[in-house]
């Protein structure tokens, strides 16, 4: 049995990312963009994915920063195209025109860890079994509602579609991450603590909701809240992946309230730039330092005991 900090798994995504009309090729995936995040901020990571064999310079990439990597080869990685029509990040255009499969209970076996965080692209990625199966090894289990929520509909885009398996599988869910539009779909509410508070009713502990503006957490009690403050807006794909890697990372160690503080600092740096999180802990610091303790009027932002 390996045990890890933190099991981060969802299925390689080759994006082709369409901004101001300009096309350009990045590599993406959740699990690539929370690896990172939480390796870089001193966890111990493993991340469990899917991808084609042509694509194994991810996982080297991921092996050269000490992160561990379990891959299944598949016959094709997941094909995503992202177009975002406006400056609008939470306004945007997917379309998957291929998928890596799904995972099943066995793709977990002999890994244990301090919290599982289950990052994939669309609805049929991750089975409820997967599920079941990660809540039984115990820990935090912590989802991205885009795993869920996401289905693809005619000509392979990637709509947000009706749950049947909804309060089945968030009754086993400690956090849940979802965006502004993903919140709404599920739960027909455009007001974001309203939305939190219907999300929270129907099982999670802790609600992470992110928008354009920052992130918003409930914890079934107390609403907390950061803003982004990135330098340029270059990176918008892997925003919500590197949110709720770096809050989930965080709350290991920290409660809500601090643990929003370097999600929100570790996301606005990650978007200055295409790609995964790849920026000394010194700069969260110092954004920290300059943007957020005054912001939630915390003296110390620094590492605490554990709140589990």
Same mark, same amino acid.
């Given at each position: 049995?390996?045990?890890? $900090?933190?099991?981060?798994?969802?299925?390689?995504?080759?994006?082709?990312?369409? !901004?101001?009309?300009?096309?350009?090729?990045?590599?993406?995936?959740?699990?690539?963009?929370?690896?990172?995040?939480?390796?870089?901020?001193?966890?111990?990571?493993?991340?469990?994915?899917?991808?084609?064999?042509? $694509?194994?310079?991810?996982?080297?990439?991921?092996?050269?920063?000490?992160?561990?990597?379990?891959?299944?080869?598949?016959?094709?990685?997941? !094909?995503?195209? *992202?177009?975002?029509?406006?400056?609008?990040?939470?306004?945007?255009? *997917?379309?998957?025109?291929?998928?890596?499969?799904?995972?099943?209970?066995?793709?977990?076996?002999?890994?244990?860890?301090?919290?599982?965080?289950?990052?994939?692209?669309?609805?049929?990625?991750?089975?409820?079994?997967?599920? #079941?199966?990660?809540?039984?090894?115990?820990?935090?289990? /912590?989802?991205?509602?885009?795993?869920?929520?996401?289905?693809?509909?005619?000509?392979?885009?990637?709509?947000?579609?009706?749950?049947?398996?909804?309060?089945?599988?968030?009754?086993?869910?400690?956090?849940?991450?979802?965006?502004? /539009?993903?919140?709404?779909?599920?739960?027909?509410?455009?007001?974001?603590?309203?939305?939190?508070?219907?999300?929270?009713?129907?099982?999670?502990?802790?609600?992470?909701?992110?928008?354009?503006?920052?992130?918003?957490?409930?914890?079934?009690?107390?609403?907390?809240?950061?803003?982004?403050?990135?330098?340029?807006?270059?990176?918008?794909?892997?925003?919500? $992946?590197?949110?709720?890697?770096?809050?989930?990372?965080?709350?290991?160690?920290?409660?809500?309230?601090?643990?929003?503080?370097?999600?929100?600092?570790?996301?606005?740096?990650?978007?200055?730039?295409?790609?995964?999180?790849?920026?000394?802990?010194?700069?969260?610091? #110092? *954004?920290?330092?300059?943007?957020?303790? *005054?912001?939630?009027?915390?003296? $110390?932002?620094?590492?605490?005991?554990?709140?589990?």
């Amino acid at each position: 049995m390996k045990s890890y $900090d933190i099991v981060i798994f969802g299925n390689y995504t080759s994006d082709t990312i369409i !901004q101001f009309g300009i096309k350009r090729h990045v590599d993406g995936g959740g699990f690539n963009y929370g690896a990172h995040a939480a390796a870089m901020m001193g966890l111990k990571v493993a991340t469990v994915t899917r991808l084609q064999q042509a $694509d194994i310079r991810v996982v080297k990439k991921l092996e050269n920063i000490g992160i561990d990597v379990y891959p299944t080869f598949t016959p094709s990685s997941t !094909q995503m195209i *992202l177009d975002y029509p406006t400056d609008n990040p939470d306004e945007r255009i *997917l379309t998957c025109p291929a998928t890596a499969g799904s995972y099943t209970p066995e793709q977990f076996d002999g890994l244990q860890a301090k919290a599982f965080l289950i990052n994939g692209s669309i609805r049929d990625e991750v089975p409820v079994n997967v599920v #079941e199966s990660l809540r039984k090894k115990g820990g935090l289990l /912590v989802a991205d509602a885009q795993t869920f929520v996401r289905i693809v509909g005619q000509e392979s885009r990637l709509i947000n579609a009706e749950w049947p398996e909804k309060k089945t599988v968030l009754a086993m869910i400690d956090i849940l991450k979802a965006d502004a /539009v993903e919140a709404e779909s599920l739960t027909g509410e455009k007001d974001h603590q309203t939305a939190a508070r219907i999300l929270a009713s129907w099982g999670p502990k802790e609600i992470v909701l992110t928008h354009r503006d920052g992130i918003l957490v409930y914890d079934g009690k107390s609403f907390y809240s950061a803003g982004f403050f990135p330098k340029a807006m270059i990176g918008r794909s892997g925003r919500g $992946d590197t949110c709720i890697a770096s809050y989930a990372a965080a709350r290991l160690s920290k409660p809500p309230a601090e643990a929003i503080i370097w999600s929100g600092a570790v996301t606005s740096l990650k978007m200055e730039s295409d790609g995964p999180f790849l920026r000394p802990m010194s700069d969260v610091e #110092e *954004l920290i330092r300059n943007k957020y303790q *005054l912001q939630m009027n915390l003296p $110390d932002a620094s590492i605490g005991v554990s709140y589990w």
